[in-house]
């Protein structure tokens, strides 16, 4: 059973920056699709990123590009996701999840969920 465990939210003034981490474990295969997504208050939940472990191939929604980065370590079980220039609007629960290859529907049919973290952004 895949265990995702993420760690790095809390709160920060607009503009600044946070980092999210997030272990999967047992890494078995050679390639996941890794991402985080969010869901605010009364909205639908969104993805954000994703990262495809085994070609490091990255996906990112529109509202994030340029301010969001995903990446991975070099054992591939864990990414990150560096915030910078954090609007309110991004206030949020975000959660890591996973499946077993990337797509263009990267944010679909999603089985794996970490519990996720918290990140607040006040203006």
């Known amino acids: 059973q895949v265990q995702l465990m993420e760690s790095g939210g809390g709160s920060v003034q607009a503009g600044g920056s946070l980092k999210l981490s997030c272990v999967l474990s047992?890494?078995?295969?050679?390639?996941?699709?890794m991402g985080w997504f969010r869901q605010a208050p009364g909205k639908e939940r969104e993805g954000v990123a994703a990262i495809s472990t085994g070609s490091g191939i990255t996906y990112y929604t529109d509202s994030v590009k340029g301010r969001f980065t995903i990446s991975q370590t070099n054992a591939k079980n864990t990414v990150y996701l560096q915030m910078n220039s954090l609007k309110p609007e991004d206030t949020a629960m975000y959660y890591c999840a996973a499946k077993s290859y990337c797509s263009s529907d990267w944010s679909a049919e999603v089985p794996y969920w970490g519990q996720g973290t918290q990140v607040t952004v006040s203006s």
């Open positions: 047992p890494y078995i295969y050679s390639t996941y699709c």
